[in-house]
């Protein structure tokens, strides 16, 4: 029975359904989020914290563009810290705990609150497909696709049809999770399974594959001794994640987190025993993540290490579990209580849950177009786990990401497009569609090749237009970036255009700052360059200057500061544009291309690059092969310009 | 195939009389074309029953029949051969008539004769050859001596290659580390790091700073000796390039400002290229077209390798002309004493040279009717440029400009790494200059995609097209 249908059908509530509901009701459409329980709607089921190296600057960006991570991160955090401050800005991440509780209900009732919004608790149990007419479809056939999406069924036969549907199935798909021989049929947190979907997709021509992940024990705190571990405190004044939270308006009393450490008993206990590892036992057929390793994969990778951080954190402010940062395992529980009770301060330690590895079903590489549209498929948008990505931050990126181009194509208008030096949006989207990942993939710093213009603390600036143009960003707010812009823009160049003579009292001031002394006038923005001297010191030598908010001085100061560095990272910018926009032809036949390598020719033909930039990005297209493609193109060009 | 051009034939050998001589064909119908000129020793004409990669006896005969020449026949189907086409070789008795007679009859078939370069090209278009390879044949197709000859050999050779390839690995390493630590900071310890960069970032600047200054002599030896002849008129100077050159290039004329226009050739004195400019003598002069000659001499000599400075050493006195001490003293200058034949009349001696311009300048005493002082200055010559050595080296040099441009460019952002590690700048901000410097480095050697190389490329080798 079709029961309604919709412009917009997410499957899923996790942190990806969430951002992908939020905005396409936002942006007007007629919207529903299925999840298979309304009461873990943003729910964290690993580590109970928001940001962190790179992911903080995700959450700004999802904040930039008009989504909610951010936001509802200020509400709810319990302690939070500005990672890598002595190091240069553009690793500076902020990080968060939450209250993992609160997290999940606070978002619950933004979503509940939404207009064209509806939320219904259902196993979703089929995808509708319809296959392309010859003679009505000869456009998007054209365009390469071959079906288009319905709607969706649900386990008990109910039928809702959609315009769109995005997938943000997480690690539900036929999950299973393994605690050394035990193994059982569940989502995470004993969570109920989807184990209908694969095949339905399966069916509509995607290809799936295993993926796997872990998490910790979660402790009783009432077990833990805290004396034996070094207190880890918050930032004092807090700042906020959004930049539409009033910093004033979220400060208070944070909680603390711990730190300890493995030693050779542990390490001695985990080699003993890891022929029970289902991993190493060879049980577990999902790849994990690299860089978010299990304890026994840590112990087994650097033997040489004495040993490893542990943190301990806290989960909520109405529960006293504690999470064991650091120590996610799949060993057998009678391993790991031998295994933390080895890790000071954690002796008598009460596990209230097991530590676990999931495995799911997820997207095989290849499959998306940039757009997070699944290729073939008119209509169906994934995001999050099920692309193969690993955390919460990845996941609501690619959620508000892939919801916002259905809106797009639903809306007849561009789609929204982020390219690598814009933002690790950018990166995010760009390597899960071109690269052959073959483990779940985690934002990484080092994922960003500009980095020193992908800062955190400019993902306004960076970002704020294009939310604006789709339509997530209010007017009121886009004028207020415009005139943060303008006000950076004018104090830069007052900055650069006031000099100071060598008069005694310019003298005296640079004595009592360490500074040496002038020989000639010189401009304010070349005092700031200075290391000793910053923008606030200065104030002294320049009563004449505006009252500017913090934000816009901080812009002012990083723009003067690293100006070489920023104008050469431009330039690496610009050069990589001029690849992007040399456009393949999509009639491109690579057979004809005959000097390519096996392996680049199979994967260039898999992925189907839009430009030479990307092509040249594709796992195992090498730079040779990038030659030969385009003294192909060239040829190619000027033979059809004839 | 991408390119269903003719087929073309050339002879690969030099067109001296020698002892073997190949001729090589390549194109879809090359094959066919060969069949019809070969005869195995069983008299069939069978060439396109054997197999690829096979070297077949027999002998080529004319329309007649009549056996031209006992020949061995290589055949290398596409796309395993050079240009990605069918390609036969055709090892005949290497003498020119011969030679000669086997072309003109490849063209009888419907071959059609090579352009320069031709076989190259199509082997870059169908992708077989990468782009600084392609460069270097290029160079090899237009080098003029033995040095660029053998410099370009080990460029495709892959000798820079290696030079090069091995810094960058270094330097990719470093950024790898950094990137580790930032990301890793639990395993990876950036305590003391700039200290370790910065040892390791001196010795990759003084690598690329020798390449760099060796690139100079090898553009030198490659391209020639940018040489301009000054003096005063009638001096001597275009007798000289005559001299040099040995015909009448110039008009010589007793007559002062004949030569009224600068006037270049390009002289290969034994291995050495001399890229002569004759210029307008300088003087004061009222004449407005002569003015804009030595304006122009003035001008060449600032951009020169060499300046030979010819003094008629009969004149009565040397020149006070400041423009002409500037020159001297700031370049490679060689002073020729001529006239030298007239001895009754000299009047300017070395040692007046010396006093005006200081005892290290060089001076030789010329005349341009006896020959006297050539050899000297051929001699002096090859001293300044290349110690006396004007053999080609087993050394690999960057003779190429973009090539060098490039090399400038890794050298000055591993300078800018260096100034950030003395600012203490957090390590993140190395991976910038380290990046650029990587970058520039596989631009050398064809692991960066440089798409304005493509462009050139293209340029040189598909003019027209």
């Not at chain 1, 696709?145 to 995005?166: A, P, Q």
Request: charged letters at 30%; glycine letters at 6%; one cysteine or more.
């Amino acid at each position: 029975m079709v029961v309604d249908n919709f412009d917009v059908i997410v499957i899923g509530g996790g942190h990806a359904g969430c951002e992908a509901g939020l905005a396409a009701s936002r942006l007007g459409l007629k919207t529903i989020v299925f999840t298979l329980s309304v009461d873990n709607i943003a729910f964290m089921p690993c580590n109970p914290h928001i940001g962190g190296s790179s992911k903080g600057h995700l959450v700004r960006e999802i904040d930039a563009l008009g989504g909610e991570m951010g936001k509802n991160i200020d509400k709810t955090y319990l302690q939070s810290k500005m990672l890598n401050k002595s190091k240069g800005p553009a690793i500076h991440s902020l990080r968060a705990q939450a209250d993992k509780a609160e997290y999940s209900k606070s978002m619950k009732m933004i979503m509940q609150a939404q207009e064209n919004l509806t939320i219904k608790q259902a196993e979703i149990s089929e995808i509708l497909f319809e296959e392309l007419d010859k003679n009505k479809d000869s456009d998007l056939l054209t365009e390469g696709y071959e079906r288009r999406v319905k709607g969706v069924k649900t386990v008990t036969g109910l039928i809702y049809e959609g315009k769109t549907i995005i997938l943000c199935t997480g690690t539900y798909l036929k999950s299973r999770c393994l605690c050394g021989e035990s193994i059982s049929y569940t989502g995470p947190n004993g969570l109920q399974p989807s184990n209908l979907l694969s095949d339905s997709l399966i069916k509509g021509g995607v290809e799936l594959r295993r993926f796997k992940t872990g998490t910790p024990a979660r402790m009783d705190g009432n077990s833990i001794d805290y004396s034996k571990m070094e207190i880890q405190t918050g930032d004092t004044p807090v700042i906020p994640f959004s930049f539409d939270t009033d910093p004033d308006s979220i400060q208070k009393e944070q909680h603390y987190c711990y730190l300890t450490y493995t030693n050779e008993k542990t390490h001695e206990i985990i080699r003993n025993n890891i022929d029970r590892s289902p991993i190493y036992a060879g049980v577990i057929e999902g790849i994990g993540p690299r860089y978010c390793p299990s304890i026994e994969d840590k112990v087994i990778k650097f033997p040489d290490k004495i040993r490893h951080q542990v943190f301990v954190e806290p989960e909520g402010t109405h529960t006293n579990e504690m999470y064991i940062d650091g120590m996610s395992s799949s060993m057998p529980e009678d391993v790991q209580v031998q295994m933390y009770r080895s890790v000071p301060g954690l002796e008598n330690c009460v596990i209230v849950k097991n530590a676990y590895a999931i495995e799911y079903d997820c997207l095989c590489s290849g499959q998306l177009y940039p757009t997070l549209e699944i290729k073939k498929i008119r209509g169906l948008f994934s995001a999050g786990q099920f692309n193969g990505s690993s955390g919460y931050e990845e996941a609501a990126a690619q959620g508000l990401y892939a919801s916002i181009n259905a809106c797009m194509q639903i809306l007849g208008k561009p789609y929204l497009s982020i390219d690598r030096s814009e933002g690790y949006i950018g990166v995010l989207v760009d390597d899960l569609v071109t690269k052959d990942n073959l483990e779940p993939y985690r934002m990484m710093t080092s994922r960003a090749e500009y980095r020193l213009l992908l800062r955190q603390d400019n993902a306004d600036i960076r970002l704020r237009k294009k939310g604006y143009e789709v339509g997530l960003i209010s007017e009121e707010k886009y004028q207020a970036l415009l005139l943060k812009e303008k006000q950076i823009e004018d104090e830069t160049e007052r900055l650069k255009s006031i000099k100071l003579g060598a008069n005694a009292t310019v003298q005296k001031f640079m004595d009592e700052h360490n500074s040496p002394r002038l020989k000639t006038a010189v401009s304010l923005a070349e005092l700031i360059c200075r290391p000793e001297l910053d923008y606030e010191s200065l104030k002294d030598l320049d009563p004449d200057r505006p009252e500017l908010s913090k934000e816009v001085i901080e812009q002012v100061e990083i723009n003067i500061k690293y100006e070489g560095y920023i104008e050469r990272q431009q330039r690496q910018v610009d050069k990589f544009r001029k690849t992007e926009k040399k456009i393949i032809p999509s009639e491109i036949n690579y057979d004809d291309v005959i000097s390519l390598r096996l392996e680049a020719r199979q994967n260039l033909k898999k992925f189907k690059p839009k430009n030479v930039g990307q092509a040249s990005r594709i796992s195992g297209v090498n730079p040779a092969d990038i030659s030969v493609l385009l003294v192909y193109l060239e040829n190619y060009n000027r033979q059809n310009k004839e | 195939m991408i390119f269903k051009d003719d087929t073309i034939c050339a002879i690969a050998t030099s067109m001296m009389d020698a002892g073997i001589g190949i001729i090589r064909i390549s194109g879809d119908n090359a094959l066919d074309h060969v069949d019809k000129l070969f005869i195995s020793p069983s008299g069939k004409h069978n060439l396109k029953n054997f197999g690829t990669h096979t070297i077949n006896y027999g002998f080529i005969v004319d329309e007649e029949e009549n056996k031209i020449d006992e020949v061995m026949v290589s055949i290398m189907k596409a796309p395993r051969s050079y240009t990605k086409e069918d390609v036969v070789e055709i090892n005949s008795h290497g003498g020119r008539l011969i030679m000669e007679t086997i072309i003109n009859l490849l063209i009888k078939t419907g071959c059609r004769l090579a352009e320069p370069g031709e076989f190259t090209k199509r082997a870059f278009l169908n992708g077989r050859i990468d782009l600084t390879k392609a460069e270097a044949v290029m160079d090899l197709i237009h080098a003029q001596n033995e040095f660029s000859m053998k410099n370009s050999e080990l460029q495709l050779g892959g000798e820079l290659f290696k030079k090069i390839d091995s810094i960058r690995k270094e330097v990719l390493y470093e950024m790898a580390f950094i990137e580790s630590a930032i990301d890793d900071p639990e395993n990876y310890d950036l305590t003391g790091y700039s200290d370790r960069l910065s040892e390791k970032n001196s010795s990759w600047i003084s690598k690329i700073d020798s390449m760099i200054k060796n690139s100079d002599e090898g553009i030198i030896r490659k391209d020639g000796i940018k040489t301009v002849i000054i003096g005063k008129p009638n001096a001597g100077k275009s007798s000289l390039l005559n001299k040099l050159a040995g015909e009448e290039r110039a008009i010589v004329t007793d007559i002062e400002g004949t030569t009224r226009d600068t006037i270049e050739e390009t002289i290969k004195l034994d291995n050495i290229i001399l890229h002569v400019i004759d210029t307008a003598g300088i003087r004061d002069t009222e004449d407005r077209i002569e003015q804009i000659g030595v304006n122009k001499a003035v001008k060449s000599a600032d951009t020169a390798d060499l300046i030979l400075y010819i003094i008629d050493s009969t004149d009565d006195k040397l020149s006070d002309d400041e423009r002409i001490k500037n020159i001297i003293l700031n370049n490679n200058v060689i002073v020729l004493l001529n006239k030298n034949d007239i001895s009754d009349k000299i009047s300017i001696t070395e040692d007046d040279i010396y006093k005006v311009y200081g005892s290290d300048i060089k001076v030789i005493k010329t005349s341009m009717v006896d020959d006297a002082g050539i050899e000297d200055l051929k001699k002096i010559i090859s001293d300044m440029f290349f110690n006396g050595d004007i053999l080609p080296k087993e050394e690999v040099y960057v003779t190429n400009l973009r090539q060098k441009e490039a090399l400038i460019h890794a050298f000055e952002s591993l300078k800018k790494v260096e100034m950030s590690i003395m600012d203490d700048m957090s390590e993140d901000f190395f991976s910038i200059d380290l990046m650029n410097a990587y970058s520039y480095l596989g631009e050398i050697i064809g692991q960066e995609v440089d798409e304005d190389l493509v462009d050139e490329i293209f340029s040189k080798f598909c003019m027209g097209k």
